[in-house]
Structures are given as structure tokens and as C-alpha cells.
């Protein structure tokens, strides 16, 4: 027997006179195609996403935030007896309408000691 079947019959590939052919058949890691780094703007997108995915978690998560302390500090405020004072929040810190005759310093305690809550401004209103 040749050369040639004696190397099929061992497993090996048969030789083909094709580079990319025989390229496929030895299983070489080198199949034609170059390497190079990402595009400059696949590097931007890689910044990018997680930025914008963050600030979006973070806004929803501020909204249900100003909703929680808002509804503690009217809960607080009706806990101390005052009628007819008001509440807003921007993002942790909180603003308290009061009448002019409640006492204003018991709702900004109760207020205060809300979790999260970081300023307490009280105002007082006539009707």
C-alpha cells in the first residue's frame, strides 16, 4: 500500500490541495479571518446601557420613594392631631403646610422622625 492510504487508514485527513480545505480538515485555529479590537462605538454602547439603565432604576425608585415618605407624613401628621395640613415631597426632603393656629413644631418633629426623610420645612397658612 502507498503512503496516502496507509495515513487514512490512521485517522488522519486525507491532504487536499485547498489551503482553506485543508485548513478545515486539520482543525488549525487560524480559519482566514483577522482579529481585531471593537469598533470605537461598541465601547460607548458598553458605557452607555448601564448608565441608562441605572438613572432609570434610580428615577423609579425616587418616585416610590417621595410616594412612601408622603403617606408616613400624613399618617404622622393625622397621629398628632392636626387637621388640615398639607404635604409635599421632593425626593426626601418634605414641605408641611400647616393653619396658622396648629402647632407647627409637633408636626415638623413628627415629620422628622420619618426614615428617610431629610429636611422638614413647615409653613404656616391662613385660610
Same mark, same amino acid.
Given at each position: !500500500?502507498?503512503?496516502?492510504?496507509?495515513?487514512?487508514?490512521?485517522?488522519?485527513? &486525507? +491532504? #487536499?490541495?485547498?489551503?482553506?480545505?485543508?485548513?478545515?480538515? #486539520?482543525?488549525? *485555529?487560524?480559519?482566514? %479571518? /483577522?482579529?481585531?479590537?471593537? =469598533? &470605537?462605538?461598541?465601547?460607548?454602547?458598553?458605557?452607555?446601557?448601564? /448608565?441608562?439603565?441605572?438613572?432609570?432604576?434610580?428615577? =423609579?425608585? +425616587?418616585?416610590? !420613594?417621595?410616594?412612601?415618605? #408622603?403617606?408616613?407624613?400624613?399618617?404622622?401628621?393625622?397621629?398628632?392631631?392636626?387637621?388640615? +395640613?398639607? /404635604?409635599?415631597?421632593?425626593? %426626601?426632603?418634605?414641605?408641611?403646610?400647616?393653619? +396658622?393656629? =396648629?402647632?407647627?413644631?409637633?408636626?415638623?418633629?413628627?415629620?422628622?422622625?420619618? *426614615?428617610?426623610? %431629610?429636611?422638614?420645612?413647615?409653613?404656616? /397658612?391662613? *385660610?
Amino acid at each position: !500500500m502507498n503512503d496516502a492510504s496507509d495515513a487514512h487508514r490512521a485517522g488522519d485527513p &486525507p +491532504a #487536499t490541495s485547498s489551503r482553506v480545505g485543508a485548513t478545515a480538515l #486539520t482543525g488549525s *485555529p487560524h480559519t482566514g %479571518r /483577522v482579529r481585531r479590537n471593537p =469598533a &470605537p462605538w461598541w465601547w460607548a454602547l458598553a458605557v452607555a446601557v448601564p /448608565v441608562v439603565l441605572g438613572f432609570a432604576g434610580a428615577q =423609579a425608585n +425616587a418616585a416610590q !420613594m417621595e410616594r412612601t415618605i #408622603t403617606q408616613r407624613a400624613q399618617t404622622a401628621i393625622a397621629g398628632s392631631g392636626i387637621d388640615g +395640613a398639607k /404635604v409635599r415631597t421632593d425626593g %426626601r426632603d418634605v414641605t408641611v403646610s400647616v393653619p +396658622a393656629d =396648629a402647632d407647627g413644631d409637633k408636626a415638623e418633629q413628627a415629620v422628622s422622625a420619618i *426614615p428617610g426623610v %431629610r429636611t422638614v420645612v413647615v409653613k404656616r /397658612v391662613t *385660610p
